[in-house]
């Protein structure tokens, strides 16, 4: 009979001491709750944001499959001996001025949503990427320059679309920062 009141007695003693060591226990207060909440709100705003940038690089691989289909027809008609009217100089002029404010805020904004703020440092990587993301489309004929750039699309569509079905980075929003 004493081994029980011995056990009775030290877990009676252990009881007081929990309830006695309750006040050093740390309590949440508002600021770690402001913090739980930042920290939450900015979970949901880059889910937000990833699944924005998802639908928008969606959108862009579908207009750059009908520019490539476009093209492909193109080049079909060009082989069949077809004559296309080319856009003149006029033409063009025309759009370069609003296609270049365009496309510079899109890259400037795209740069910052995903994560390259320091981006104005890295000038000549940049400058590097872009090159070899756009490698010059030389050719005899209008048929061989085609050619060259469907391949280049076609590129570009397959890795938009190896990204989107890869979630190898999902959640690993914090390399970006290393870069």
Known sequence: KSPFVLLGAFSVVGFIACVALIPKLPMVGTEQKKVAQDAE????????????????????????????????????????????????????????DSAKAELSDWLVNMFDTNGYQAWPEHLDGLKLVLYNAFPP????????????????????????????????????????LVM
């Open 41 to 96: 709100e900015l979970h949901d705003t880059n889910a937000e944001q990833m699944h924005s940038r998802h639908d928008a690089e969606a959108t862009l691989v579908e207009r750059l499959r009908h520019k490539q289909a476009a093209r492909l027809q193109m080049l079909k008609e060009l082989e069949a001996g077809v004559m296309l009217n080319e856009p003149t100089p006029g033409q063009l002029a025309e759009k370069l």
């Open 137 to 176: 489309i030389n050719g005899d004929s209008r048929a061989a320059k085609l050619k060259k750039l469907i391949q280049v699309l076609d590129y570009h569509i397959s890795m938009a679309e190896s990204r989107q079905s890869s979630d190898l980075f999902d959640g690993a929003e914090d390399l970006k």
